[in-house]
Antibody
Framework: QVQLVQSGAEVKKLGASVRVSCTAS????????IHWVRQAPGQGLEWVGW????????NYAQRFQGWVSMTRDTSIRTVYMELSRLRSDDPGVYYC???????????????WGQGTLVTVSS | QSALTQPRSVSGSPGQSVTISCAGP?????????VSWYQHHPGKAPKLIIF???KRPSGVPDRFSGSKSGNTASLTISGLQPEDEADYYC???????????FGTGTTVTV
C-alpha cells in the first residue's frame, strides 16, 4: 500500500536550518509529484511547493522562495524539504503529500505523510 | 497570492445537510477544474474527500459531494454524522501565479 513516512519532530534555533524527509513506498516513486504543505499553529493549510521526483524540478510558493529547498534521492525513494535561516513564523506541522495524477501535477493530494512538527526557539 | 475564501464555521444537527463555499479572489477557482477538498481532524493528516471538483475517492461516503459555479466551488455534506466534525479545506490552482492555494478552512460542528 502507498505510504509516505516523514522524519521526526525538530527543534531548532532562530536562524538555523532544518531538513525534513519524506520516504515513499508502495508505488513508483518517480511517477508522482510530491508537494509540501504547512500548518502553522492555529492556522490553516498552506501550500509550500512541489518537487518532481523524476526530474528534480521544483516550484515554490512566493513567500517561501529564497529559503526553502526541495530535493530528492531516488535511490532511497526520499524527498527532502529544507528551510534555511529559520524565522519566528516558520514553526508548524509540515506535511508531504502525493499528487494523485501519474506523471503530471494538478495539486490534488491522495496520500499524505503523518506530518513533522518544526519548533523554532530563540 | 490570496487564499481561497471559506466561511469560518458551519454547524448542523445529525442528519442535516451543510454546504461550504470556496471562492477565488478573481476567477481562479472558476477557470480551473482541479478543485479538491480535504477533511482534517486535529493531530491527523488531511484526507482527500473530493477531487476534480465533483469526484470522490473510493471509500469516501457518498454523503460528500462537490460542485462548482463560476468562481465558487462548494462542498455539501448530506446526512451529517458526528464523525464529520472536522476542519475542511478546498484547494485549487491560482492560474495567474502558477501556484496552488488552499482555502481559509471551515470548521464543521455537528
Amino acid at each position: 500500500q502507498v505510504q509516505l513516512v516523514q522524519s521526526g519532530a525538530e527543534v531548532k534555533k532562530l536562524g538555523a536550518s532544518v531538513r525534513v524527509s519524506c520516504t515513499a513506498s508502495g508505488y513508483t516513486f518517480t511517477g508522482y509529484y510530491i508537494h509540501w504543505v504547512r500548518q502553522a499553529p492555529g492556522q490553516g493549510l498552506e501550500w509550500v511547493g512541489w518537487i518532481n521526483p523524476k526530474t528534480g524540478d521544483t516550484n515554490y510558493a512566493q513567500r517561501f522562495q529564497g529559503w526553502v529547498s526541495m530535493t530528492r534521492d531516488t535511490s532511497i525513494r526520499t524527498v527532502y524539504m529544507e528551510l534555511s535561516r529559520l524565522r519566528s513564523d516558520d514553526p508548524g506541522v509540515y506535511y508531504c503529500a502525493r499528487d494523485l495524477r501519474n506523471d503530471y501535477n494538478v495539486g490534488e493530494y491522495d496520500y499524505w505523510g503523518q506530518g513533522t512538527l518544526v519548533t523554532v526557539s530563540s | 497570492q490570496s487564499a481561497l475564501t471559506q466561511p469560518r464555521s458551519v454547524s448542523g444537527s445529525p442528519g442535516q445537510s451543510v454546504t461550504i463555499s470556496c471562492a477565488g479572489p478573481g476567477s481562479d477557482a472558476g477557470i480551473y477544474n482541479y478543485v479538491s477538498w480535504y477533511q482534517h481532524h486535529p493531530g491527523k493528516a488531511p484526507k482527500l474527500i473530493i477531487f476534480d471538483v465533483t469526484k470522490r475517492p473510493s471509500g469516501v461516503p457518498d454523503r460528500f459531494s462537490g460542485s462548482k459555479s463560476g468562481n465558487t466551488a462548494s462542498l455539501t455534506i448530506s446526512g451529517l454524522q458526528p464523525e464529520d466534525e472536522a476542519d475542511y479545506y478546498c484547494c485549487s490552482f491560482a492560474v495567474s501565479y502558477n501556484v496552488y492555494v488552499f482555502g481559509t478552512g471551515t470548521t464543521v460542528t455537528v
